[in-house]
């Protein structure tokens, strides 16, 4: 496998170009694909309060053997922890949870732009990481107008911005609109949740033409478009596959023909979700 670049944040931090997804997984089995995602290469690992698992995320990262800093753990502030006073004590929930003294990158999980809290959460993510306890801060499901606020009224630019993004939703004013703004498109949902993506004919036919699994080709799309993708897998042979995206470029050709499939966004809609 050849390594991939990490990728540069607006605040001089850098990601690791792919992470690892933990998305409904609980109890032992977070903690064992946690520890075995380490153990196979993944150095990004993402998680959310909501998820329930961050005890289980903290327990696999302190007892993988990978040292701590090699690491970087991602979680998201709920929504029932929105506004200033609110956020700062999911965090520290979030943190206790985890067993960790810092994160690494905190994200506000989504804008829920009804209860209109999120300008207030953010200004609280930009305070803890000015206290140093988490190192890069973000957003998750944010539009072009919710992040334009958030710069509007605090001055600072999220450093990522986590967005469901796969062959079936390529987003592509999303991704420009994140580029504009000097923030780091993250991809949720990159295989497409299980949902028949990895079977198409236009995937399995890029994927022929390397020797390569269909999985391993769309990772390797999100990866040529810049952005860093998030794919849980509860297999282990798969959670390698998944990782093993460098050896290997597609075409120009390739690249447009996996962004004309059918579109279809899979979760919710960040103007009307509601957590
Ligand atoms: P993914 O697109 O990662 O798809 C996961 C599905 O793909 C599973 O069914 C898995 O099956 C299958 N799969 C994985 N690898 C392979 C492979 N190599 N070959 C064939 N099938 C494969 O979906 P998720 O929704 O889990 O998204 C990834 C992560 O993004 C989440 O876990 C979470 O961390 C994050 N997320 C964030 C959201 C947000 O609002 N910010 C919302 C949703 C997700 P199997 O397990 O059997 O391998």
Redesign the pocket.
Known sequence: MDALAPVPLNDGHTLPALGF?????SGEDAAEQVRSALGAGYRLI???AS?GNEAEVGRAVATSGVPREEVLVTS?LRGADQGYDAALRGFERSLGALGLDRLDLY?I??PLPARDLYVDSWRALVRLREEGVVRSVGV??FTAAHLDRLVAETGVTPAVN?I?L?PGFVQEEMRAANAARGVVTQS???????KGL?ETAEVRAVAAAHGV????AVLRWHHQLGVVP??????PR??R??LDIGGFVLTGEEMAVLGTLPQRRL??DPDTHEE
Do not use: C, I, M
């Open positions: 997804g933990t998305w409904r997984v993402d998680t959310a998820y998201k994200l999980h989504w998750s499901n986590q469901e796969h949720w949902g990159p295989l497409g949740r299980g990895l699994s269909p999985a391993r998030l794919p849980k897998s509860a297999d798969r959670r596959e998944n979760g919710g």
